[in-house]
């Protein structure tokens, strides 16, 4: 017996210390995150059909929009045999989707159907290429993906949703803005199916994309305002085309728009050698960058052969740091500022997958990469398993000068498998510096292929789209405590319900509670206080209010360490 408690009490002292920071948890750097989802991973489906993510976005709250497309098994307005919607879904910081938002957390809307409606044709949002989110007001912008069998297909135009989930009819035409680059290309027949969009400082849109024309493709930019009218001040009445090297085949894969307004547009010279161009705020080409704001860098090794421009992350000093390559091929570059390859960064390359020797038959293949605020570079991208799972999320992380980070994972790397056969749409660091994986899963197709083009039949077993969200520092760092409040509608008179939860991913119990309500103008009206209360649960306080308005409350508290929570949400409450 003596034993028994003797064994209790320390484990009961190991649980305190692990909350204090004193001992390390089971969330070393690259681990998925235990307090988010179903062990770090919180995935969803939109009904009958195959469901693909396209685009992720961090609301400045913290909470994760994640844009794609569902493809039902029932016919559409264009004769096809299955119809596609776009999707947006948006999910809490604990993993949950967000109530607030659409029908409950999610939105499918026939956005093809209703441009063919208006258009009379049906070649836009068969798919879903990028999201952003406009700061002033929290509106949802998604850009128009391809979606058919052609990578020329498909009309350009960006779609704009309000913060709740509504489209937002002032947008545009309906809600829909069309882009046309027609009289500015003589022969086009199309546009590449890479279409990405950025938000300027001063709030407007940029959308680029790939022209095709019948003799060969430039990169192409637009400058929307945010109403969705071109904006005249940028480029040509507010289009830009841009031959990268004079009569070649350029395809456009990123966008990045930087603190200072210049935009950095980045892809492949022939598909074989990594492209980038940056311009001003209005369109110009940026001379103080590369060869009259042009940079073209050759692959990296003869063997390496396809090498453009995968993604780019920007960096503090004006620089970048980009991913080139493919098909499992893929180094680092860094480039200063001006334009420059930093050959102090691993001579001016770094591999990402196996060195040049081992390129025969790869099993990773790199798609995106970020930065964490301490400089450590994060890619993720797929790896193949074979069968049954055949394609897992793979992540690695390199550090400021480009070595491996043997402390990430298991000897600088992590696998994931979301269920089935997966892919990475996107990649993003959050508000509380954890990374977080937007992609997918499929069922296994009958020849083993997965991905955006996998051969899905109608009786496939639907995985669903959604996010991973991996420890980005070692623990025992203790994430501090995060507070979700719900907003309320009550009558004058009438108790309103306030809820809220506090969420802890080690703790079991927060302490120095307090709920505060405000009026419109700030002042405090009501508070109460508790010692302590179990965190992850939610909990309900009554309010009884004696005038109409609208007030706001928030919930403070601390862990058993002393630490505070990160934010400081405000909730609304409305009193009719």
Request: glycine fraction near 12%.
């Given at each position: 017996?003596?034993?028994?408690r ?12 692990v909350?204090?920071?004193a001992v390390?948890a089971a969330?070393?750097?690259g ?15 939109f ?30 307005p264009?004769g096809?045999?299955?119809r ?5 879904a ?15 957390g ?5 956005l ?5 409606g ?25 850009a128009?993906?391809s ?11 960006v779609a704009?949703f ?14 829909i ?16 199916w ?5 938000v ?5 849109l ?11 493709s ?8 945010p ?8 480029g ?17 894969t990123f966008?990045k ?42 692959p ?6 396809w090498?453009?421009a995968l ?11 980009a991913?080139?390559g ?9 480039c ?15 591999w990402v ?9 790869p ?8 930065l ?7 890619i993720?991208g797929?790896?193949?398993n074979g069968?049954?799972t ?6 690695t ?7 491996l980070?043997?402390?990430?994972g ?8 979301l ?12 508000l509380?510096?954890e ?14 292929v997965t ?17 991973a969200?991996?420890?980005a520092?070692?623990s025992?760092?203790h ?14 008179g009438?108790?309103a ?9 080690l ?8 709920l ?6 700030g ?23 004696t005038?109409k ?22 909730s ?5």
């Open positions: 017996m003596k034993t028994i003797r064994a209790a009490t320390m484990v009961a002292a190991l649980a305190l210390l909350c204090l920071g390390p969330a070393d750097p681990s998925l995150d235990p307090g988010f989802g179903v062990r770090g991973i919180a995935l969803i489906d009904g009958p059909g195959v469901d693909t993510a396209a685009a992720l976005a961090i609301q400045s709250d913290g909470k994760y929009i994640v844009a794609g497309t569902h493809q039902a098994w029932e016919s559409g264009d096809m045999p299955t596609k919607y776009v999707t947006l948006r999910f809490n910081i604990d993993g949950t989707l967000d109530s607030t938002f659409g029908t409950g999610k939105v499918m809307v026939d093809s159907g209703q441009w063919r208006m258009f009379a044709d049906s070649f836009a949002f068969r798919g879903v290429a990028d999201v952003v989110l406009l700061p002033a007001d929290g509106r949802i912008v998604v128009s993906g979606g058919g069998n052609n990578d020329h297909s498909g009309e350009l135009a704009c309000k913060a709740n989930g509504d489209l937002d009819t002032s947008f545009g035409t309906q809600g803005a069309a882009i046309d680059h027609q009289p500015w290309a003589l022969s086009m027949v199309g546009y590449g890479e279409r990405r969009l950025t300027r400082p001063d709030g407007k940029l959308f680029a994309c790939t022209l095709v024309t019948a003799y060969k430039d990169f192409a930019v637009s400058c929307l305002n109403d969705g009218s071109l904006d005249p001040g940028f040509t009445s507010g289009r830009r085309i841009i031959d990268v090297t004079g009569g070649s085949e350029d395809y456009l966008l728009c930087a603190g200072d307004g210049r935009i950095l547009l980045g892809g492949s010279v022939q598909y074989r050698d990594s492209a980038f161009v940056r311009l001003t705020s209005s369109g110009a080409l940026d001379a103080s960058f590369g060869s009259g704001g042009k940079l073209v860098i050759p990296a090794t003869p063997q390496a052969g090498q453009p993604d780019t992350v920007l960096t503090a000093d004006g620089g970048f740091v991913l080139t493919g098909y499992g091929v893929e180094y680092l570059c860094r200063t500022s001006s334009g420059v390859i930093d050959t102090s960064f691993g001579g001016g390359h770094v997958n196996d060195p040049p020797s081992a390129f025969v038959n099993t990773t293949r790199a798609k995106r990469v970020a964490q605020p301490d400089g450590s570079i994060v993720s797929i790896k193949d069968y049954p055949y394609k897992d999320i793979w992540v992380r390199r550090l400021t000068d480009g070595s980070d043997t402390g990430f298991i000897d600088g790397q992590v696998v994931t498998d269920g089935g056969a997966d892919d990475v749409a996107a990649m993003g660091i959050d509380d510096g990374l977080v994986v937007a992609g997918y899963a499929l069922g296994s197709s009958p020849r083993g991905g955006a083009r996998a051969p899905v039949r109608a009786t496939a077993p639907r995985v669903g789209m959604g996010l969200r991996y420890k520092t070692a025992p760092r994430r501090p405590f995060r507070i979700i409040c719900k907003n309320v509608k009550c009558r004058k009438r108790r319900t306030l809820k809220f939860r506090i969420m802890d991913n703790c079991s119990k927060a302490t120095a509670v307090k505060t309500v405000k009026n419109a103008k002042k405090r009206v009501k508070s109460f206080r508790w010692r302590s209360r179990k965190t992850n649960i939610w909990y309900k306080v009554k309010w009884k209010p005038k308005g609208t007030f706001k409350y928030s919930v403070t508290a601390k862990d058993l360490a002393g630490h505070p929570q990160v934010k400081r949400p405000w609304k409450i409305v009193v009719r």
